[in-house]
């Protein structure tokens, strides 16, 4: 039996949270300051119009917007684990799992938070930080969301009265 793929644990739920929410915090980091150079290269050549300024301006507010879309991930990657722990039956012996587990996704998280935050204090990312506040939170506080996600899950997997649960 694979700890990570048991059903009777979130410890795997977790982790594809921290994962996904470290790949698309630092995706929309490098995409707009990807942007901001093209258009910025774009507006220093002889091509720029008031035209091309103007779509360059729209798709960078497009990509600012990306801030509350990782906020609004974030919240219903919570609730989706809190909605399928509560479906699976499990006994509450796995929550001594789940304890153990947590420390390893603590350590995993926090080890992505490392990884996120040395990246993004590149100089080249100061141009960009500034625009997604509760992005960069969010994922310098990843061993949080993981405790946060350890929590509702078990609360939800282990605080159910016994009734026949859909997942055997």
Known sequence: MNLLNSKKAVLGD????????????????????IL??????????VY?????????????????LFDYITVFLFAIMIIGVAKLSRKVA???????????GS??????????????????????????????????LIATNLHWV????MVVGSIALYGKKEKGQFVP
């Open 14 to 33: 977790s982790i594809a949270v921290v994962i996904t929410l470290f790949l698309f915090v630092f995706s929309i980091i490098v995409d707009l300051l």
């Open 90 to 100: 499990s006994a509450p012996v796995f929550f001594i799992i789940v304890i153990l």
């Open 48 to 64: 720029a119009s008031p035209a091309i300024t103007s779509v360059g301006n729209s798709f960078k507010r497009v990509l600012m």
């Open 103 to 136: 420390s390893i996704v603590g350590f995993t998280s926090y080890y992505f938070n490392f990884i996120f935050a040395q990246m993004i204090s590149d100089p080249l990312f100061n141009v960009v930080t500034a625009f997604f506040p509760r992005s960069i």
């Open 36 to 45: 901001t150079t093209f258009t910025d290269q774009i507006n220093l050549s």
């Open 146 to 149: 993981a405790l946060a996600i």
